[in-house]
C-alpha cells in the first residue's frame, strides 16, 4: 500500500484537474443476484432456449438496475455467472456465449444491434444501461472463432472465455475483460495473458477483474499500483470458506490492504454458500450483505468517494512488519501445537489466560498478539496461529497468515474449522507479524459472519488493534498475506495455451540430441 509517492501524487491532481465535471464522490450499487440455473443436461440447448433462461435472469437484473437508477447510483456491479449459472461442459455453455467485440470499436448495442452479428443479451444490457443512464457492469460468455492456423485453437474451432463486460450511461461498451485465473470451470479458455482493463468515468478510474483473480498479483495488483485505479468492479460467485476466506471478510480486507474502493456482487446460492456482497473503501466497509437464510437477492447502495487516495478519510501507508521486528518478541509459547485451516498446516497457540502477549512462529513468520478478553474467561477456546508456505492442495499460492480464531469446540483438534457464533469480546487486541511481503490484508470477523466496521484500525507500523470500545464477540482476526513472488511456477502443461511449450521443448531436444 505505498501511498502517494509525491510525483504519483502530483499525477493524480494533473489527471483530476484535467477532467472536466470530475466529481468528488459517486453513487455505487451492486447487486446480490440468485440466479435462476439451467436444468442438468449433457446435451446442449438450443440458441433461443439458452437465450429464454438469460433473459429470464436478466429480468431481474433489469428490476435492481432500475431501482439502483432511481436512487440516483451511477454504476451497478452485478455477479460472475449471473445469466446462466456454472455447471457446464464447453458443449453445453456454447449456446449461451456471443462474440464481444473490442471496446475500441466504438459501439452501443442498443443503437446498432446487429452491427456485430446476433448479440441479443448485449444489446439488452446496452439498452438497460442507456434506458436507466447508469453504468452497467455484467458477465457473460464471450468465443471468439480461431482456425487450424493456430496449434492452440480449441477443437470446436472458437476460445470460450469468461467475460466482464460495462456499458456506460449512453450504452457504449468501454470495458472487455476475459478471466484469467479460472476456478474448475473447463467451459473456458484461460486468455493468452492476463489483461489489464481499466476505464475512466468522471467518478474516478475503473479496473476490472473476476472472482478467483483476486487472490493473484495479475491483474489485480498491477492494476492498483501500476494503473493507479480508485475504484475495483468485482463481479464474483464466491463460495464462503470459514475461517479465511469468506466474500464479505477477504473482499473487504482486499480493499484496506490495496487502498482501493471494491464494488463486489456476489451469486446467492445458499446451499453453496455463495452469498456475501459488499461495497467496500479504504477505510471501511460502507455496506455489505450476508443472508444464509432466505433464497432473495440484494441490492446494496451506497456513496463513495471517487479519488479515495486524495480524500481525507484515506489511511496512511503501512508498513506490515514495522512493529514485529522492532519489538522485543514475547517469549515464543512452549506449548505451540499443529493444527490445519483446511489443508495448511498451522502452528498454533492457544490463548491460556485472559489476558497476555503471545508469540507463534512457523518458518520466519513470527506473529505476535496482544489481548485482554472483556469480563471473565469463557468457556471457549481461542488459538494464535501461523502459515507461512504454499496453500491448499494445489501448491501454487505462498501465503503468510498470523490469525487468531476460536476454536469450534474446547477440543483443541477443532481449532481452524468453520465456526460461526462465538461470544468472548477483547476489551484490547493487537495482532502483527514480521510478514515478507507488502501485500496484506486485515480481517475481522465477527460472532454470525459479521464485519466490524469503525471497531478496527490498522496502524502504520502493522498492527490491527481494536479501537471505539470493546470489540464485538470475534471469530477471526487476520493479517492475511500473499507473497506472490514465492509463488510455484505453475505446471506448464497443464493450461491449453501453454501446452504447445511443453511439447515443442522435448521435441526441440530431440532435436539436438540428434
Ligand atoms: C427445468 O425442467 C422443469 C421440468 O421439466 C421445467 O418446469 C423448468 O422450467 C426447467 N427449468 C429451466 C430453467 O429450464
Ligand atoms: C429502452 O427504451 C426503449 C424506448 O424508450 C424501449 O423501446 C426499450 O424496450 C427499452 N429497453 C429496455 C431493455 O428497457
Ligand atoms: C483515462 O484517462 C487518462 C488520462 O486522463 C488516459 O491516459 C487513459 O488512457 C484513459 N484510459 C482509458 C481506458 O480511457
Ligand atoms: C458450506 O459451509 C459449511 C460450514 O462453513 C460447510 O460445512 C459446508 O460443507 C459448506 N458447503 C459447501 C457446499 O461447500
Ligand atoms: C518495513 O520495515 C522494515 C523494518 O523496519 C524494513 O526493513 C523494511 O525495509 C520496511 N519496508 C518498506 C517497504 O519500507
Ligand atoms: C511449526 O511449523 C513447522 C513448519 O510446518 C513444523 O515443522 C513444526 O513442527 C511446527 N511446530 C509445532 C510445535 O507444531
Ligand atoms: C504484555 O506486554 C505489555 C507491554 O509490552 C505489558 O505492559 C503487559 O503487562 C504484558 N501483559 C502480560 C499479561 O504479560
Ligand atoms: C479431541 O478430538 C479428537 C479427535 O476427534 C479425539 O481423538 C480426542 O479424544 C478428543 N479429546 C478430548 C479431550 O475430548
Ligand atoms: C463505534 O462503535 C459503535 C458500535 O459499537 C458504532 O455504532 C459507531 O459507529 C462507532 N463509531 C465510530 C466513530 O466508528
Redo the contacts with the bound molecule.
Keep these: 500500500m505505498a501511498v502517494s509517492s509525491f510525483p504519483t501524487f502530483v499525477a493524480f491532481l494533473a489527471q483530476i484537474t484535467l477532467q472536466v465535471g470530475a466529481l468528488d464522490t459517486f453513487i455505487a450499487a451492486v447487486y446480490e443476484h440468485a440466479v435462476i440455473l439451467p436444468n442438468k443436461t449433457e446435451i446442449p440447448l438450443s440458441q433461443d432456449d439458452a437465450l429464454i433462461l438469460m433473459n429470464k435472469n436478466i429480468d431481474i437484473l433489469e428490476n435492481a438496475i432500475s431501482q439502483a437508477a432511481k436512487q440516483d447510483a451511477q454504476i451497478i456491479v452485478t455477479p460472475e455467472d449471473a445469466l446462466y449459472g456454472w455447471k457446464f461442459t464447453r458443449e453445453t455453455i456454447f449456446p449461451y456465449l456471443e462474440d464481444i467485440p473490442d471496446p475500441r470499436v466504438n459501439w452501443i448495442p442498443c443503437q446498432d444491434p446487429r452491427r456485430f452479428g446476433h448479440t441479443p443479451m448485449q444489446t439488452r444490457l446496452s439498452c438497460l444501461a442507456k434506458n436507466n443512464s447508469i453504468y452497467v457492469v455484467a458477465n457473460i460468455g464471450d468465443k471468439k472463432p480461431c482456425n487450424y492456423r493456430d496449434s492452440a485453437c480449441p477443437p470446436n474451432g472458437y476460445y470460450q472465455y469468461n467475460t466482464n463486460v460495462v456499458y456506460d450511461a449512453e450504452g457504449k461498451l468501454v470495458a472487455r475483460y476475459h478471466k484469467y485465473h479460472l476456478y474448475s470451470e473447463p467451459q473456458f479458455d484461460v486468455p493468452e495473458k492476463p489483461e489489464l482493463v481499466t476505464f475512466n468515468t468522471t467518478f474516478g478510474k475503473f479496473g476490472i477483474f473476476t472472482c478467483f483473480d483476486i487472490l493473484f498479483h495479475e491483474p489485480s495488483v498491477t492494476l492498483v499500483k501500476d494503473l493507479h485505479v480508485d475504484s475495483i468492479v468485482f463481479p464474483t460467485a464466491w463460495m464462503n470458506v470459514l475461517p479465511l476466506l469468506t466474500a464479505i471478510e477477504f473482499h473487504s480486507a482486499w480493499a484496506v490492504g490495496m487502498g482501493v474502493n471494491v464494488l463486489a456482487a456476489n451469486i446467492h446460492h445458499v446451499s453453496l454458500n455463495m452469498t456475501g456482497s459488499g461495497i467496500y473503501a479504504p477505510d471501511s466497509p460502507k455496506v455489505y450483505h450476508y443472508d444464509m437464510e432466505t433464497e432473495l437477492g440484494k441490492l446494496l447502495i451506497s456513496k463513495l468517494d471517487a479519488h479515495p487516495r486524495i480524500s481525507p478519510a484515506y489511511p496512511a501507508a503501512v508498513n506490515w512488519s514495522v512493529y514485529a521486528v522492532t519489538i522485543k518478541p514475547f517469549p515464543v509459547q512452549k506449548n505451540t501445537f499443529g493444527g490445519f485451516i483446511s489443508r495448511d498446516a498451522f502452528n498454533f497457540t492457544e490463548l491460556f489466560e485472559n489476558t497476555g502477549n503471545l508469540t507463534v512462529c512457523q518458518k520466519d513468520l513470527c506473529c505476535h498478539f496482544s489481548y485482554r478478553m472483556l469480563g471473565e474467561k469463557k468457556d471457549e477456546v481461542y488459538v494464535l496461529g501461523a502459515f507461512s508456505g504454499l496453500h491448499g492442495r494445489r501448491r501454487r499460492e505462498y501465503w503468510q497468515v498470523c490469525t487468531v480464531l476460536k476454536c469450534k469446540t474446547t477440543n483443541l483438534t477443532t481449532c481452524g474449522k468453520p465456526v460461526e457464533t462465538a461470544s468472548t469480546r477483547f476489551e484490547t487486541f493487537s495482532l502483527s507479524g514480521t510478514f515478507g511481503t507488502e501485500y496484506v490484508f486485515p480481517e475481522v470477523l465477527v460472532t454470525k459472519i459479521h464485519l466490524s466496521?469503525?471497531?478496527f484500525e490498522v496502524l502504520t507500523d502493522g498492527r490491527l488493534v481494536n479501537k471505539?470500545?470493546s470489540s464485538?464477540p470475534i471469530l477471526t482476526l487476520a493479517l492475511f498475506g500473499r507473497w506472490f513472488t514465492k509463488d510455484a511456477v505453475p505446471n506448464s502443461c497443464g493450461t491449453s495455451n501453454l501446452a504447445m511449450t511443453c511439447l515443442l521443448i522435448p521435441i526441440f531436444l530431440m532435436f539436438i540430441a540428434l
Design positions: 466496521p469503525g471497531k471505539n470500545g464485538e
